[in-house]
């Protein structure tokens, strides 16, 4: 099974400052997709930003990027011009293709931005 | 937003009930997931369905069950609950022929088990 591992519990950032949020990833897959959800404290799960393994420019959405690493297996997801908006749990997750296109999640980042 | 609903959206049962939670989507997508997520852990795969009928387990499936009978709704169902199936359950779609890869997420069913 893939294995995700998001190293920082917990971040804080005053708002309009950027942050950089870390992920990991394990696997022998060489076809693979990436993903970053936000939960805020409504629960809802949001897609904020996706990765597809073959392609080597990094994702971008506004003010969300990531920067994808694959011989390193990194994933990181960077916030630009923090928004009070931005507070929630973000959540890095893995998805191959078999079996079901289902995901693997990581343990989550909780993110405060501060005014 | 995609539509799909859970219901209920809270339930509190004791040991040993049988409970069943529904998934149901509007958007005619071909794979439907259930998970759960637990303090610490993310969110994790119980079972998904690949289309009518068609489920498989996911990591966490013990003590789960699903069933699609229609595209539309998706069912899993806790035979004989217990205190460790206290959780926050996702339904989540996905049509891997339209918009490739992205799961879109039910707003969850918050069980607490006594």
């Known amino acids: 099974a893939q294995t995700v591992t998001q190293s920082q519990p917990e971040m804080s950032v005053q708002e309009a400052e950027t942050v950089t949020l870390s992920c990991t990833y394990d696997t022998s897959e060489s076809n693979y997709y990436l993903f970053w959800y936000k939960q805020p404290p409504s629960r809802q799960m949001i897609l904020v930003i996706r990765?597809?393994?073959?392609?080597?420019q990094n994702a971008t959405e506004n003010r969300f990027s990531v920067n994808f690493q694959k011989a390193a297996k990194s994933f990181s997801l960077k916030i630009s011009d923090s928004q009070l908006g931005d507070t929630a749990m973000y959540f890095c997750a893995f998805m191959k293709h078999v079996p079901g296109y289902a995901l693997n999640f990581g343990k989550g980042t909780s993110l405060l931005v501060t005014p | 937003d995609a539509g799909i609903t859970q219901s209920p959206r809270h339930k509190v049962t004791e040991t040993g009930t049988p409970v069943t939670l529904r998934c149901h989507q509007t958007?005619?997508?071909?794979?439907m997931y259930w998970y759960r997520q637990d303090p610490g852990h993310g969110l994790r795969l119980i079972h998904y369905s690949y289309g009518v009928k068609d489920t498989d387990k996911g990591e966490v499936s013990d003590g789960y069950s699903v069933s699609r009978s229609k595209t539309e709704d998706f069912l899993l169902t806790l035979e004989s609950a217990t205190s460790s199936q206290t959780s926050v359950y996702f339904c989540?779609?996905?049509?891997?022929?339209?918009?490739?890869?992205?799961?879109?997420f039910g707003p969850g069913t918050r069980l607490t088990v006594t």
């Open positions: 990765q597809e393994a073959y392609k080597q």
């Open positions: 989540a779609i996905s049509d891997t022929d339209k918009s490739p890869y992205e799961q879109y």
């Open positions: 958007e005619n997508h071909r794979y």
